[in-house]
């Protein structure tokens, strides 16, 4: 009987497992039926970013949800591979897309720790879920998985499937695939990181939030001792090898992006144009961007800038410290509550976020991002030592254990530092073609995003006198024409606004003067004069000559000294008419559009000064004005800048009323740069914050280091122009004159005080003489 039972039993039994069996097979074959085509694998196309270059090649710019660099399988370091298949699936090249050994040591695994420890994925079979199937644990979804990749193994070599492993899986930090997280991480390309980077990058695909080196570098350094140890157990490394790999130190780069300049700012714009043109497509189809921007420019221009705006901060003095922070908020786990606080807040730059832990007059200690403790001390304190004291004042924020302050390494010491209010801009472009070659729209685009070179409509102040002067060349003045310098009174019918009684800045008046050297001395009065005598709506017109816009400019007498509104941009095109010889050109910062495989897409033609450029001024007027300009480096309000030890420079300082905007626009032959600082809710910059000390340094300090090694240009007198000797208080021609005067030659003063009516002079010089004075 019992025989007979345990014969039914197993006839039931074997039945059932080989119905089973058929069910099983037959679900597989449906599954296997259904599964989707591999084109997607053979015709490989993954999401790559809009990336963005320099002038040379270098990337300044990357946008996209997947921070993706395509690599062949050749071009893979052998020792990253070995790290990857030691950490994923070290008999890849052996099963057939599922990998039943790996499948009974991992259930093995499993068994005995009594959790789940081990997968049985097999590199194929991840190919397979990334590419085509969800997350989800079901037995359906596995046995999809498994068979997706019996058919890929079928279809696909196993070097084919390994490479779009190594491009498709996501690493953390945006990166997917190998090469990004590479870049990302250690600020390296796929072919320059050592083994112990390769064993830490292969640790990544299991958790790559988990064993992130920059938000988790402990797990990071387990995880990375896991793969070395397989390395080596897979007789890939030598014991010796293993112990020194170990030990070796790993940078790990703290920035999300790596680019070769800092170009935020000029990245952005371009986003913006391409957007425009291709919209989502512009984010996932590897479109290439070449830009005018040049290294040497942008990166002499962001220092600059960021020099000089963080001395004139200096000159205003400390502010306290940005926030306060509970050190107790988290009781004594203080490391947490001081790393929550500080991932809020961005550093910029090399100035840091840092949060006081304990403070004295003579010593600051300050925790910064990463568990760095600082210590501040000596001429590191300098500048907030007066929120140091002992003594402390109600109302008035001090230097307290929880201040949230700003620190700066300079010479190897720690110094308090404060991120500063005031904005700037810095725009340079070649006056030939309009081609830009650096832009810097803000101190910090991270800290604002708000772009001063192309949104911010400001007065340029005296700046803008050049524009006038040019308008009063073309209107019959001469360099030598004498105007006076004295006292004037408007009503609100003539200012636009209200009464008006014009200073210098000086406060002075200094009587009749050359026009040159009221440009010089930036003489107001001289300036509002001149625009009488030309006609306000004359000059409205003309200034649309440089492409400026008629209607920020209202008619009144206010515009002879800036009172309009412009923007950064549109002043280095308008200085770009004088330094070409008087041509209109567009500035622009594309060159070139390619596709992810380097087709073009578009190629930006220039219109150029020697190829379409349309002529809006006199090659003579712009000779002579750029002549005048030069005096103002040589002797007027930009003498600062002869520190730089050229003959070629032009240019003109800009301050508006209260010390509001400060400006310093000038050129050399090659190239126009305009330079701007100011508050974003318009404020006086202080008390003798003039363009010539708080823009014109801006400038020299960009144009030093971009001109350097260039030969010294000529301003050649083209046709017509001649020079003759002068009385410098008469104004006219004396040949034992002081000083030596540029004319049109149609246009020289007359020998004697008795001015000489010319049938073709616009204006003689008696009826500039009776408008003048």
């Known amino acids: 009987m019992f025989s007979r039972w345990l014969f039914y039993l197993f006839v039931t039994v074997s039945a059932t497992g080989f119905i089973g069996i058929l069910l099983a097979g037959f679900a597989a074959l449906v599954i296997y039926s259904n599964l989707p085509s591999l084109e997607t694998l053979t015709d490989y196309r993954p999401k790559i970013p809009l990336r963005i270059y320099s002038d040379e090649g270098l990337l300044i710019g990357e946008f996209g949800a997947e921070r993706r660099n395509v690599v062949s399988i050749a071009e893979v370091p052998p020792h990253l591979k070995q790290a990857i298949l030691a950490a994923e699936d070290d008999r890849f090249y052996e099963h057939g897309g599922v990998d039943y050994l790996g499948v009974l040591r991992a259930a093995y695994s499993n068994f005995t720790s009594g959790a789940v420890r081990q997968g049985a994925s097999t590199i194929t079979m991840q190919v397979a879920r990334n590419f085509f199937l969800t997350r989800e644990k079901t037995f359906t979804r596995k046995l999809s998985e498994a068979l997706l990749a019996f058919k890929i193994e079928h279809n696909l070599t196993k070097d084919k499937i390994l490479e779009l492993y190594i491009n498709q899986i996501y690493l953390g930090q945006r990166s997917y695939g190998f090469a990004a997280a590479a870049q990302t991480y250690f600020g390296k390309s796929l072919q320059e990181i050592n083994i112990a980077e390769a064993a830490m990058l292969a640790g990544l695909p299991k958790a790559p939030s988990g064993y992130n080196p920059i938000s988790n570098p402990k797990r990071a350094k387990s995880r990375q001792l896991y793969v070395l140890g397989r390395l080596h157990k897979l007789n890939h490394i030598s014991s010796q090898e293993l112990s020194e790999l170990e030990k070796q130190p790993i940078s790990v780069q703290k920035q999300t992006a790596i680019f070769a300049m800092p170009a935020d700012y000029v990245a952005e714009m371009v986003r913006q144009v391409i957007y425009d043109r291709y919209q989502e497509d512009a ?223 000086d406060g002075k008046f200094d009587g009749p003067m050359r026009l040159r050297t009221a440009l010089v001395k930036s003489k107001n009065l001289i300036s509002i004069r001149i625009l009488q005598a030309i006609g306000i709506h004359y000059a409205q017109d003309y200034i649309t000559r440089f492409g400026f816009d008629a209607t920020r400019h209202p008619p009144y007498l206010p515009m002879a000294l800036g009172s309009g509104s412009v923007t950064p941009m549109q002043m280095a095109v308008g200085y770009a008419v004088f330094a070409n010889g008087g041509f209109r050109v567009a500035p622009y910062f594309i060159k070139r559009i390619e596709d992810e495989k380097g087709n073009a897409l578009e190629q930006f033609q220039p219109i150029t000064v020697t190829a379409g450029a349309k002529r809006v001024i006199d090659p003579r007027n712009a000779f002579i004005m750029t002549n005048m300009m030069q005096d103002v480096i040589n002797y007027g309000t930009a003498v600062r800048a002869k520190q730089l030890g050229r003959t070629d420079l032009a240019g003109k300082t800009g301050t508006t009323s209260n010390f509001v905007d400060a400006w310093f626009c000038g050129f050399q032959k090659d190239l126009v740069t305009i330079a701007w600082t100011g508050y974003d809710e318009p404020r006086s910059l202080g008390n003798n914050e003039t363009g010539g000390r708080v823009a014109l340094p801006i400038w020299m300090d960009y144009m030093g280091p971009v001109l350097k090694g260039i030969p010294v240009a000529e301003y050649k007198p083209p046709n017509a122009v001649t020079i003759a000797k002068i009385n410098s208080n008469s104004g006219f021609r004396d040949p034992s004159g002081d000083i030596s005067e540029f004319f049109f030659s149609e246009q020289l003063p007359p020998m004697s005080d008795i001015p000489v009516v010319e049938d073709h002079a616009p204006l003689t010089t008696r009826d500039l003489r009776d408008q003048l004075f």
């Open 283 to 505: 984010y996932n189809k590897g479109i290439k961007v070449y830009t005018t921007i040049r290294k040497l420019d942008q990166e002499a221009a962001y220092q600059a800038l960021r020099k000089n705006v963080l001395e004139y901060d200096r000159r205003r003095g400390y502010r306290g410290p940005e926030a306060y922070i509970d050190l107790l908020k988290n009781g004594a786990n203080q490391e947490k509550t001081l790393d929550d606080a500080l991932d809020e807040v961005s550093d910029s730059d090399n100035i840091f976020a840092a949060i006081v832990l304990s403070a004295k007059p003579n010593a600051v200690q300050a925790y910064r991002k990463g568990g760095e403790i600082v210590e501040i001390t000596g001429e590191g304190l300098k500048f907030a030592q007066k929120f140091l004291s002992d003594r402390k004042e109600p109302g008035k924020k001090y230097i307290v254990p929880g201040a949230l302050i700003r620190i700066q390494k300079e010479n190897n010491l720690w110094h308090i530092v404060q991120l500063p209010e005031v904005e700037a801009a810095l725009v340079s472009l070649d006056p030939n073609d309009g081609a830009i070659r650096a832009l810097i729209g803000g101190f910090d685009f991270q800290k604002n995003q708000f772009n001063h070179v192309t949104q911010a409509w400001r007065q340029p102040g005296s700046s803008f006198k050049p524009f006038i002067y040019s308008a009063a060349l073309e209107k019959g003045f001469t360099p030598a024409t004498i105007i006076n310098d004295a006292p004037l009174s408007f009503s609100a019918t003539q200012t636009g606004s209200k009464p008006w009684e014009p200073r210098n800045f």
